[in-house]
């Protein structure tokens, strides 16, 4: 298939299938209006446990993920060139991050990252879970978590390419992906560097006009 062609397929549908917004779709029928009148007001897994508990904040993860790994696998099943799937796997986190079907506002794409790097390349999500595991044991901080453990699969996919294991149209994902969590943590790691950020289940409260 013509790359240009393939490479539009990947976009379209990793974002259309990212920007299913999950979170709000579970705070709904955990009797939360809008998942982001709560916490940090993002969609995803953490503001989920902060503010409607474990059980859900699980079920917000799973989907979160489920949302990149489809993404990637079902490009990769459909179209054979390799830029359908490295596309697939960034814009459905950028779907996740600006979903045209929730006003453009959710999360900060870190488990459909997730999602995306275990289907590129199951070593990658790996180094995610074991940086990402470890980060959160010592600091308690899922931002740094988040930053830091996706930081760590860009690492790895930039080595597999280099070591000719992975298609080198990935080193695009990787990167975009890598800088897309980044960026939706800038005012995380402002908070880090000020000492203000909550740790893990912290900071669940309902916001009021001046924090929205």
């Not at 939360?32 to 409607?52: C, I, M, P, Q, W």
């Not at 993860?61 to 489809?70: A, E, Q, R, T």
């Not at 074991?130 to 931002?143: G, K, T």
Request: with cysteine; glycine share 12%; proline share 4%.
């Amino acid at each position: 298939m013509n790359p240009l062609l393939a490479a539009v397929i990947g976009v379209v549908v990793g974002y259309l299938m990212g920007a299913i917004p999950v979170g709000l779709i579970v705070g709904r029928i955990a009797g939360v209006e809008d998942l982001r009148a709560y916490g940090s007001g993002k969609t995803g897994f953490t503001n989920a446990l902060r503010s409607l508990g474990l059980r859900w904040a699980v079920l917000v993860m799973v989907g979160d993920i489920g949302k990149g790994l489809l993404a990637v696998l079902l490009c990769r099943m459909l179209v054979e060139s390799p830029w359908a799937g490295a596309l697939a796997g960034a814009a459905a986190v950028l779907g996740h991050i600006f979903p045209v079907f929730a006003g453009w506002r959710g999360g900060r794409g870190v488990s459909t990252a997730f999602g995306a790097f275990l289907a590129v390349a199951p070593p990658a999500a790996l180094v995610v879970v074991l940086f990402s595991a470890v980060i959160l044991a010592v600091s308690r901080y899922a931002s740094l978590m988040s930053v830091v453990g996706v930081f760590a699969g860009f690492v790895v996919v930039v080595a597999l390419v280099f070591t000719h294991n992975l298609a080198a149209e990935y080193l695009v994902f990787a990167l975009l992906t890598m800088l897309a969590v980044e960026f939706s943590h800038v005012e995380n790691i402002r908070r880090l560097l000020a000492g203000t950020e909550p740790k893990l289940g912290q900071g669940g409260a309902r916001r009021t006009p001046a924090t929205r």
